[in-house]
């Protein structure tokens, strides 16, 4: 089974752990992107780019 992420979600709650957990804004992208089952914020992005390039869900 193929996940899709959700932006609003990873948006918001990277948001939340930066603002009301003090976190800085590439440790909170961590949290929220391990939250949709990725490794990393790194993971997240490449995923992303790789949708954008390919239009494929892989």
Partial sequence: M??????DAFEERAAIAE???GLNRSRAEDLATQ???FADADAYWQ???DYVVTRKVS
């Fill in 2 to 7: 193929t996940r899709i992420p959700d932006i």
């Fill in 19 to 21: 603002n009301d957990g």
């Fill in 35 to 37: 939250a949709q089952w």
């Fill in 47 to 49: 995923w992303l780019a």
